[in-house]
Each structure stands twice: as C-alpha cells, then as structure tokens.
C-alpha cells in the first residue's frame, strides 16, 4: 500500500531514482547534493527572487489534476536554510500545484547557492523552463544586471540570446506603465511592444498603443503607423510651419477634455515629454464640480 503511494506522489520512475535512505527525510541535515531527495512542503518556502509574478490559476488546477494522475514526473530545485527549510530556486508552479492537489512531500534537487546565485539560477531557469510573459522576463534580465552587476553581453552568455535580444527586453520597461500592463496580459504582442518602443515621445508612444487596441492593428500595420509618424516628424522639421501629429493629437485632447470637464482645458507639453495639464474653475462651486468629476 506504502509503494503504490509512492508512486501516485513520484511519478511513473520517478521513485527508482530516490534512494531508500533520501525517502525517509529526518530532522536531520540532508545533504545538499545533486540527488534527488522527497521533501514536505510544509518545509519549502517561494523564492523571494522569483522572477514570475503572475500564476495563472486555471492552469495551476489543470496541473494539479496531472499531478495527481502522474505525479511529479520533474523534480524542483530547493536551496537549503536550515534542517528543516528550504527555498524554491525553481519549480514553484509545481510547487503551488502540488499544495492543491493534497501532496505532502515534492522530489526535489538541493542545491547550495547564495543570494546573488539565486537570483541567476531563479531567472536562468525559470525564462529557460516557464511561459513568462515578456515584462517578467524583462524584469528579470534587468535584476541580473543591477543586483549581480552582469553587462547585457554576460547576461545574454548565461542566457545564450544575443545582446541585442536581451536589450529589446529591458527597453520595454521605459514604456508607459499602460503599455506594459497591455503586454503583461497579452493584449499587445512583444512584436507590438518593439515597434512602439521605436518612438521616442510616450504620448505619441500612448496615441499609438490606444490605435493598436480599437483597431485591433497587427505588427506590419503598426510598423507603417510608426514609419508614417517618423516621415512626418522629419517634414515637421523642414517645415515647421506645418502641425505635426503630436501637435494635433494634443488638441484633440484638449478638446475631448473641454467637452467632458465643460471647461475650457490646456495642455502644455514640452520636447522632453513633460508638460502639465491645466483646467480653469471659476467659483468654489465650480471647483467642487470639478473636483467630483475628477474623484470620479
């Protein structure tokens, strides 16, 4: 009966790979070895540098669903604390799964690594291994450059993309927080993102990712918005007597916000992107309908 629960937890051969000794885990120290080793859950704890942020829950269910049918067929990769604690390093779907699927232990791998080890192991294998988003992944490249002092060029050797590709990604993270909210939930694709980073004012970079969802833009049609945008700023430059594109979409704000706020509403923007937004009130009661419509 013990055996057959074994395997239901481990997963078709899973359990041959343990030895005997490493099934029966003691108060004990466990020794941090490359071997495969079945640890409760109620020891492990997440990793503080876990760089995915988001769990989808329909599918952490339908993996619990597998797990109980299979079991864990690939171990996660703890870093021991202490006797009694350890800390994911990879493998925390797993681990989520696991708890939901009434598990009690998970096979897992020790590894030995300090803290700045375990943010390159987290991020490494976690990109490497899990369906992060682009921004998770971005996040994660910047924390490798910033925490463990590596260049684009070490970064992208560990990882094994190019420089280039490692840089697309952290340039995301300049984009408009509305941006990269669109790109962590896949309403624009990465295809999308790197295009619109092309653009240096981010209203321009806003008008352009508000087309992009009413229209439901693709890539190709979003790359010739973006080109028409730049031609126009370089005839904007020879003529600048001419209205540019920034310029009439500023007004075209500046008259949607009139009408809503019934009040006569200026925009001032400057070259760096900077600016402020300015709207007149005439008495105190004007203020606070103001005030009430601005509060929501």
Not at 149 to 155: A, G, K, M, N, S
Request: aromatic share 4%; charged share 30%.
């Amino acid at each position: 009966m013990e055996e057959k629960k074994k395997k239901s937890v481990l997963g078709k051969g899973l359990g041959a790979l343990i030895s005997p000794v490493n099934n029966e885990v003691t108060e004990n120290a466990i020794e941090t070895v490359n071997a495969i080793h079945e640890i409760p859950l109620e020891w492990i704890e997440p990793n503080p540098y876990q760089p995915r942020v988001d769990f989808d829950q329909d599918a952490l269910q339908e993996l619990a669903e597998s797990i109980k049918i299979q079991g864990i067929i690939q171990p996660i990769t703890l870093r021991k604390l202490s006797d009694k604690e350890y800390q994911i390093i990879s493998g925390e779907r797993r681990f989520r799964a696991s708890k939901i699927a009434g598990l009690t232990s998970i096979p897992a791998y020790i590894r030995s690594a300090n803290d700045e080890q375990m943010i390159e192991m987290a991020i490494i294998e976690n990109v490497q291994r899990e369906d992060l988003n682009a921004i998770e992944i971005a996040l994660g490249y910047k924390r490798l450059m910033e925490e463990c002092r590596l260049t684009l060029e070490q970064v992208g050797e560990k990882i094994g993309k190019k420089r280039a590709t490692i840089n697309n990604y952290v340039r995301l993270l300049k984009l408009p927080p509305e941006i990269q909210v669109a790109i962590r939930e896949n309403k624009i694709s990465m295809g999308h993102a790197r295009t619109i980073i092309t653009i240096d004012n981010p209203i321009v970079q806003l008008s352009v990712f508000k087309q992009i969802i009413d229209k439901d833009l693709s890539v190709r049609q979003v790359e010739k918005l973006v080109q028409e945008l730049s031609q126009s700023k370089v005839q904007q430059k020879k003529n600048p007597s001419s209205t540019s594109p920034l310029e009439l979409h500023l007004k075209d704000l500046e008259i949607k916000l009139s009408k809503k706020f019934s009040n006569k509403v200026n925009i001032q923007h400057k070259e760096d992107g900077k600016g402020e937004i300015r709207i007149p009130y005439y008495s105190q009661e004007d203020l606070d309908r103001l005030l009430e419509l601005l509060m929501g």
